[in-house]
Structures are given as structure tokens and as C-alpha cells.
């Protein structure tokens, strides 16, 4: 049996509602159908995320691969072992954040009781670096 690489990395093609970096994660566009931006403070909560970008989408209405599932590559927006939760930044700064028991991790200077998470950590980064991920989409109760 032959797996296509989208097959094999659980990646889907979607329209970009903005602009989208690579690694960020992504979430339902509110405005417009089949769409995705970048999940973000303004809209945390309010979305399932997707997954996170596999390439850049410079402006609005680019298609872009989003990885959904499998075991991905991310940026660590906060430092992060292996095994955490993650979820999207509610912070100004990009990429992923670890779950605490009692929120966001406590570096980040809030309490923000997450919803959503992307998935979990397989290796651990400091703030900035590139870790792996297990992506699995899912809502926190």
C-alpha cells in the first residue's frame, strides 16, 4: 500500500484569511468558509485550532498546507519539556505555550485558563527554539 506525503503528515490545504507564518499554529477563519489565520490572543478560546502551518502565506486568500496531525515541528514561544501540553500563545509573541495545571505557564506574567490545545511536546526548547510535536487538536474542560 502507497501513502502520499499528505497521507503520511496528516496535512490539508486551506485559504489563508492573512498573512501566516511558518510553524504557527492556525485556527478557523470567524468571516469566511474554509479558511484559517493565525491563532492568536483576540481569538483565543473562540476556535478549534487546526493544526499548524507547514509554509508561509504572505497575504489573504494564499492556499496553505496545515499539518493536522502526526508529529510536527513548532516554535516554543515559552520554555517547555517533554511531555507538556501545548496550546497557542495568548501573549504578542508566536508559536506554542506549555498547559499548566492552573493555566499558562507562569513565565508568561498571566493566567489564562486554556480551551483549546494543539497537542503535546515530544522533546523539550527554550523560548525561540524549534521542538517537536505531536499534533493532536482537542478542548480542555
Known amino acids: 500500500m502507497a501513502f502520499t506525503q499528505n497521507e503520511l503528515y496528516h496535512m490539508e490545504t486551506f485559504v489563508a484569511a492573512s498573512a501566516i507564518n ?7 477563519s470567524a468571516s469566511q468558509d474554509a479558511a484559517v489565520l493565525p491563532a492568536s490572543n483576540a481569538s483565543f478560546g473562540v ?4 493544526g499548524i ?3 508561509t502565506a504572505p497575504t489573504a486568500n494564499t492556499n496553505i498546507p496545515i ?3 502526526g508529529i510536527g515541528k513548532a516554535f516554543a514561544a515559552a520554555s517547555l519539556g517533554p511531555g507538556a501540553f501545548v496550546m497557542a500563545n495568548i501573549a504578542a509573541s508566536p508559536g506554542l505555550v506549555p498547559v499548566g495545571p492552573s493555566g499558562v505557564a507562569s513565565a508568561l506574567g498571566v493566567t489564562q485558563y486554556p480551551r483549546y490545545v494543539v497537542g503535546k511536546s515530544i522533546t523539550g526548547a ?3 527554539g524549534i521542538f517537536s510535536v505531536k499534533i493532536a487538536p482537542g478542548e480542555v474542560f
Open 22 to 28: 511558518f510553524g504557527f499554529p492556525v485556527q478557523q
Open 67 to 69: 499539518q493536522t496531525g
Open 47 to 50: 476556535a478549534q485550532v487546526y
Open 126 to 128: 527554550a523560548a525561540g
Open 53 to 55: 502551518a507547514c509554509a
